[in-house]
């Protein structure tokens, strides 16, 4: 096979081939080196390029696998061999760790976080730390420290943020699956300008321990892939409770793959529409629409509705955000501010201009909003929305605050009422930009927003198309 027809593959097709020994685990990390080494001087998705390392895993996992008969092959993680890479907020032991920040610019943990462990257990093998808008505050990823990360469907546009490598690497067919954050859309976002799959689980499903802080109130961890069934894959191995994590919820565990191809046939699917989404660019618009049409088809009943509350959710979100992010940030503001960058910089004063009235208030917000939107999914089984109002804005446009407005306005009122949501490719614009559609569900419901977006997904095939690097 070729280095193309090897990194073209989705994760669960290479999960398969392992197993049936028609590629090796060193074949894939070759592969992924190659194209890394050939490709992402012009992309720029990663930080941390980790190949030693990878080399090594594989050389090991192959030795492993000759090591098993075939009961003990099938009976082994589907993540086992699979290379995979970290947005640079997670902390991974012996491995820098920047938060694509002059701060951290020397940083190396002693320890990798809960979700690198579990993904360690599972056997992948990790090609590295991959570029991230500055400490995760912005939805361009036009790094001032680290370099523009840039949309592989289109150089000169951003690959939104702030798990833009993730989301660049993914599309570029550098590496099988990712690891990103989402404070505001930011697993969100990247997915929708670079055509790819992310999933924003619901609020505590997954360990934020030794994932560097945003927001506490707001941070969720979790997949990035080229597949939904991908996702779903990478999902089953982190959405584990963990009692050290103090933002970690013991809820029971879900299964997302069992039902997962089992469709939505007489589910009740909400399409938003109501002047919060009348920013939304045409093309776009029509997209979404036409999701709405083809879930029809495949048998659910789709009803355009309004979705009150959107609007104060996503200004309470920002405002959240912007607050605590100063707060986290604090000691950093008083002794070196000028070690931020502009638009970063300019929104941590934000935050700490911020009333502490508006803060509270924000914050009582947020509990009544998830108690409305809780109501919400007691009439519908999930809601559609368009990911981003407009596909990947050039990279020389308006700044990244203005940016940040704009593109997290779908996303945010997830963030803030903690429910899970799924963006996932739905068309293209006449430039050949990626249009992005958002499906969300009830808390705890990411077996349904998985098992729909999979539906979806087989009726268009989108995610089979990658960019002409």
């Given at each position: 096979?070729?280095?193309?027809?090897?990194?073209?593959k989705t994760l669960y097709q290479a999960s398969r081939q392992i197993a049936s020994k028609e590629i090796s685990p060193l074949e894939l990390v070759q592969a992924c080196l190659t194209r890394i080494s050939d490709h992402d001087e012009m992309i720029n998705s990663f930080i941390t390029i980790t190949a030693d390392l990878a080399l090594q895993q594989a050389k090991q996992a192959e030795i492993a696998l000759m090591g098993m008969?075939?009961?003990?092959?099938?009976?082994?993680?589907?993540?086992?061999?699979?290379?995979?890479a970290y947005k640079d907020l997670y902390e991974t032991a012996d491995i820098l760790t920047t938060a694509g920040s002059t701060f951290l610019k020397d940083y190396i943990p002693s320890e990798d976080s809960v979700v690198v462990q579990k993904l360690n257990?599972?056997?992948?093998?990790?090609?590295?730390?991959?570029?991230?808008?500055?400490?995760?505050l912005g939805v361009t990823n036009v790094n001032p420290h680290f370099g523009a990360c840039r949309n592989p469907w289109a150089p000169d546009r951003i690959s939104g943020g702030s798990s833009g490598g993730?989301?660049?690497?993914?599309?570029?067919?550098?590496?099988?699956?990712?690891?990103?954050?989402?404070?505001?859309?930011?697993?969100?976002?990247?997915?929708?300008?670079?055509?790819?799959?992310?999933?924003?689980?619901?609020?505590?499903?997954?360990s934020l321990k030794g994932v560097l802080p945003l927001s506490w109130n707001l941070d969720h961890a979790g997949p990035m892939a080229r597949s939904v069934l991908d996702a779903a894959l990478l999902l089953t191995a982190i959405a584990v409770y963990d009692s050290y994590d103090p933002f970690s919820v013991n809820h029971p565990p879900d299964d997302y793959l069992t039902h997962i191809k089992d469709g939505v046939k007489d589910w009740r699917i909400a399409l938003a529409d109501d002047d919060f989404f009348d920013c939304t660019a045409d093309e776009v618009a029509q997209?979404?629409?036409?999701?709405?049409?083809?879930?029809?088809?495949?048998?659910?009943?789709?009803?355009?509705?309004?979705?009150p509350g959107a609007r104060?959710?996503?200004?309470?979100?920002?405002?959240?955000?912007?607050?605590?992010?100063?707060?986290?940030?604090?000691?950093?503001?008083?002794?070196?501010?000028?070690?931020?960058?502009?638009?970063v910089l300019k929104r941590l004063r934000l935050g700490l201009?911020?009333?502490?009235?508006?803060?509270?208030?924000?914050?009582?917000?947020?509990?009544?909003?998830?108690?409305?939107?809780?109501?919400f999914f007691e009439s519908y089984d999930l809601l559609l929305t368009p990911t981003t109002p407009v596909p990947a804005p050039p990279i020389e446009g308006p700044d990244a605050v203005e940016q940040a407005h704009l593109?997290?306005?779908?996303?945010?009122?997830?963030?803030?009422?903690g429910l899970p949501a799924v963006s996932i490719p739905c068309g293209f614009s006449t430039k050949r930009l990626p249009i992005g559609l958002q499906i969300v569900g009830k808390h705890w419901a990411e077996s349904q927003v998985l098992r729909a977006a999979f539906a979806f997904e087989q009726a268009r095939d989108l995610h089979k198309e990658m960019p002409s690097l």
């Open positions: 096979m070729t280095e193309n027809e090897i990194t073209s008969d075939s009961s003990e092959i099938e009976s082994r993680s589907p993540l086992f061999g699979i290379p995979i257990a599972a056997g992948v093998i990790s090609l590295g730390k991959l570029n991230l808008h500055e400490i995760a993730s989301s660049a690497a993914l599309a570029a067919g550098f590496i099988f699956g990712s690891m990103g954050s989402d404070t505001g859309g930011s697993i969100r976002i990247p997915s929708s300008l670079c055509s790819t799959v992310g999933i924003k689980p619901t609020y505590g499903r997954v997209s979404v629409q036409l999701a709405g049409q083809i879930f029809e088809d495949l048998g659910a009943h789709v009803e355009s509705v309004p979705f104060q959710a996503a200004r309470a979100n920002g405002l959240i955000t912007v607050c605590d992010a100063a707060a986290v940030h604090k000691d950093r503001l008083d002794q070196n501010p000028g070690g931020f960058g502009a638009d201009e911020t009333n502490t009235l508006e803060y509270i208030q924000a914050r009582k917000n947020q509990v009544e909003l998830r108690r409305q939107f809780e109501r593109l997290t306005r779908y996303t945010a009122p997830f963030n803030l009422t």
